[in-house]
């Protein structure tokens, strides 16, 4: 989870101008959290405090209005009873992280990040992007605690 913060925070300037080059600074005085910050917060929270998903995700997101969403997400954050959008793009997966480190069983994982996805993102393909970045984590954990 660190990672992927301290990775969002690094990628923030350059979300809209790509660079090409492998030297760059790490941290920026432009650099912020966004998005992908906060829902992956929001997700922990879920996991540590028992709450749904979509509850976690539409409270904490709510809290951080300008943190970049996308416009589908935006009005799902706002609305009275949001529904999942059909969305197959990369915010499910985005957000994942905690379920790799939460859960250790692969069914597990992969029935945590299916429910954190389909909330918003209930296209096969955005929860196929969610339950892999998730097994990714738990497999890391794996590796590193078993050698």
């Not at 706002?78 to 969305?87: A, E």
Request: hydrophobic residues 35%; contains cysteine; positive net charge.
């Amino acid at each position: 989870m660190i990672g992927a913060i301290a990775g969002d925070i690094i990628g923030s300037v350059y979300e809209h101008r790509q660079i090409k080059t492998k030297v760059f600074p790490l941290f920026d005085d432009r650099c912020c959290f966004t998005d992908d910050t906060v829902l992956t917060v929001a997700i922990a929270d879920a996991i540590l405090s028992g709450r749904p998903y979509k509850l976690s995700l539409k409270e904490i997101g709510s809290r951080y209005p300008r943190a970049g969403y996308g416009g589908s997400f935006i009005r799902w954050l706002h609305s009275d009873n949001p529904q999942p959008y059909n969305s197959w793009g990369n915010g499910s997966a985005m957000r994942v992280s905690p379920v790799g480190f939460a859960f250790q069983s692969e069914k597990e994982v992969l029935r945590h990040a299916k429910m954190t996805a389909e909330v918003s993102h209930n296209h096969s393909e955005g929860i196929k992007g969610a339950q892999a970045t998730a097994l990714l984590n738990v497999n890391q954990i794996s590796y590193r605690v078993g050698n």
